[in-house]
């Protein structure tokens, strides 16, 4: 190399007898990796550097949005829990009831980067629908939500009754929730209604949750066994409305309410987890951003201090 330095000075081409080894980059295969001068393995790391900084700048950004629709949920998930809570007061939560026809509404968002809270309420509904097999069962799916479509078409396509998607687009109110809830009650046949969905707690933790909501064929049989529901009775009826009939619209009321309530808090969910996702990522991104300058100006140096190397080198040679 010092007498190449030396036959560049003088004007001269200088030809080795033997092929020079090319420096290969660090960050990529050893078989794919370019031939070439030492500057290409820099080269490779600005290029790797500047995409870290690109991405970590979208992750930032879409953290900062995140944050922005979580506080606008929030409060409405938060009011909402007001709805369905005189209900339970009143005909109870009994996941526990056995019946014959259950209807599984899995409540899921639209899109991903947000954790694992569609996979968690999934994995629930899969969960409670083995529990429920039986010879004279039937388990019925209703999906709100295009991630846990996706997740439950490969081994439950046959069970799935409706699939509804693209819910979170727009924010919704109660009269849209009632509407859907109305839909799924037509279109369906239930003895009880099973909704999941995740509870929102923080920004960093979520509650999975399973809600019942029974038929009045099947709140009469347990008001009449006795239990918590045997409470009804007790009730005067106003009106010429008939027992069936309030129950009936107890029913539908009640559904749409803790619908409306799982819309809320899923949602809610979703945006806090994925403002921690993000959060996770834009660190992770700057770790791997303290590498590669690391990497970078090693790389850099060690370039440096061998072209120094070879200019003294030719400049003893000529001296000598």
Known sequence: MAMAAAFRREGRRFVSPQPITAVRSSLIPEDHAPLGVRSISTQVVRNRMKSVKNIQKITKAMKMVAASKLRLIQTRAENSRGLWQPFTAL??????????????????????????????????SRAFNKLTLGPEKETK???????????LIRDSKKKIAICMTELQRN???????????????????????????????????????MATV?????????????????????????GGETKGEILQNLAEFQFSCVLF???MESACSEQGARMS???????????????????YNRTRQASITTELTEIISGAAALEG
């Open 261 to 263: 309530n799982a819309v």
């Open 277 to 295: 996702a993000m959060d996770s990522s834009s660190r992770n991104a700057g770790d791997m951003l303290d590498r590669l300058t690391l990497t």
């Open 91 to 124: 005909l109870g939560d009994a996941p526990s009831v056995d019946v014959k026809k259950n209807v599984i509404v899995t409540v899921s968002s639209d899109k991903g980067l947000c954790g694992g809270i569609n996979s968690t309420a999934v994995k629930i």
């Open 171 to 209: 924010p919704l109110n109660y009269t849209q929730v009632s509407v859907l809830a109305d839909d799924i009650l037509k279109n369906v046949e239930y003895d009880a209604l099973r909704i999941v969905f995740n509870k929102f707690e923080s920004v960093v933790s979520f509650l999975p949750t």
């Open 214 to 238: 029974l038929s009045p064929e099947v709140v009469e049989r347990e008001a009449e066994s006795g239990g918590r529901l045997g409470d009804l009775d007790s009730y005067e009826i106003e």
């Open 141 to 151: 799916y209703v999906i709100l939500g295009e991630k846990a479509k996706a997740q």
